[in-house]
């Protein structure tokens, strides 16, 4: 554990839009794309509400009871759920509650207001989520391009060359003793495992499903698998069921769940997240609060976390399906779960590499006629992390100031200049910035069993870290992207709202974290 990021506390979050008042933006546009149904009956609703304190919620509790409603919470933690009819819901926190049917039909409740802290429970609760049950969420896929791309895409050998990771690999560090957990929406054929690995002389492996067995193979999760054995083909992974936490609503005290389950089976394992749960402009801060809580306690046991940002080109909020229409500002935003403090959030790239995938250069991915590209931008829930205070003068004038910034770092995503591998028994090549995250996974396995080996600890809470190497350390650890942009942001010198720190130089990142773990010994 570094004792530098061990010291961090959780943050406070920052809540968005007033209780009480009508709740505007991607909000209002989910609901007004779907048809009220009129009030909600005959169904349960719930909240996530955020606690003072990690005491128990007895004056909560005691109102509950008073309103026909549940109060679960679980001891230690600083948030809990208020659950009941639906219109009970509504007439203790004294707003509406309806049901709509969203345009592919699937039915839900939601609010149109934001509700407030009842006075009854002021000492026990400092905010109040948002009374939805839908969760917007997005598996990406990579597209799939035809063979005449040049080079095919990049090996295994090729990747661990474009980001310096070659020589930690001849010495023997591959993962070992490593796991590595990716979340995912759909399942893989282990028959394009075996070809992935055949065809690129790699050890063969067999992933772990935890969780419920998936319907169906998912050319997301297959590629994921594949990106990380080409980096570290000697960790162990696994493949988490995450779509129990869309069926229905609580999905982020699902997320949480989820984590906390993880955490508890495979303490210290590296995470991997390519699928979105919606924009951060649907939620308050207090919804995520068992996400945030449960990272925060698996970071503690040494879990390193990385998530895709999107790859909408920053408009992560834009609602529907029509790209040909402007986007406007309640489009831009963010992958909500990504923008989380303690996650590491990774943008995508354009790479340039010589044939044998050394390194030329790289710039931002936006693909302007397909509306793609990487995304990023400024939080509106969280505050700007101590960590990233060094670099919030990136922030271009016009934009909120004093928030969370992402991305942090960025990989290739780029699915002209992607990572092949094997899909429905064809070479295939991968994209998005759903690539870009178990690249950095895969190295931070490598990482790991390098420090591990050395007399190091694993990297776990790494954003603090990056920050930190970034502003001056014995080794140039990145490469800065400052070609580029996106629908919302430029890249730059420096830290930027597209690329973030840049990309990695694992050999040289690895050996720069030690450092600073001697310095904290």
Known sequence: ???????????????????????????????????????????????????????????LTRWAD????????????RWAVVEGGAQAVARAFRVDVHDYRERHGTVFYASRRQPAVPDAVTEDVGAVGRILGYTPFRDNQPRQLPLDVPEFGLTPAALRTTYESDRLVSDGYIGKGQTVAIFAFGGFRQSDLDAFS??????????????EAFDEPSAETTMDLSVVHAIAP?????????RPTVEGDGAYVKIGQLMSDVDQQFPGAIWSFSISWG????????????????????????????MANGDLAGL?????????????????????????????????????TTATGAWLGEQSWYDVPLSLGTSGGVSELFDLPPWQRGVQGAVPSGRAT?????????????????????????????????????????????MNDYLVSTGGRPLGDLNPLLYRIAAGARLPAFRDVTLGGNAVDDATPGYDLVTGLGTPRAGNLVRDVADVQQENS
């Open 234 to 242: 000697d960790a162990r992974t696994i493949v988490v069921n995450a």
């Open 198 to 211: 055949t065809s690129n002389d790699l050890p063969a492996f067999t992933p772990t499903v935890f969780g």
């Open 402 to 446: 004093g928030r969370r910034l992402t991305p942090d770092v960025s990989a290739v995503a780029d699915p002209f200049t992607g990572v092949s591998f094997i899909l429905d028994g064809q070479p295939t090549i991968g994209g998005g910035t759903s690539q870009a995250a178990p690249i950095w996974a895969g190295l931070a396995a490598v």
């Open 1 to 59: 554990m570094v004792l530098l990021t061990t010291s961090v506390a959780p943050m406070r979050p920052t809540s968005a839009g007033g209780p009480g008042q009508l709740i505007g933006g991607p909000y209002a546009a989910l609901l007004a794309h779907s048809v009220d149904l009129g009030p909600s009956h005959d169904r349960s609703a719930q909240l996530v509400v955020e606690l003072r304190d990690a005491a128990e919620p007895t004056a």
């Open 279 to 306: 924009c951060d402009k649907l939620l308050t801060a207090t919804d995520l609060a068992p996400a945030q809580s449960a990272l925060v306690a698996a970071a503690a046991r040494g879990t390193t976390a990385f």
């Open 66 to 77: 008073s309103q026909t409603l549940s109060v679960h919470w679980q001891p230690g933690q």
């Open 316 to 352: 992560e909020c834009k609602s529907g399906d029509d790209w040909s229409s402007a986007p406007e500002q309640d489009s831009i935003g963010l992958n909500s779960v990504a923008s989380l403090p303690e996650m590491v959030n990774v943008g995508g790239t354009t790479l340039s």
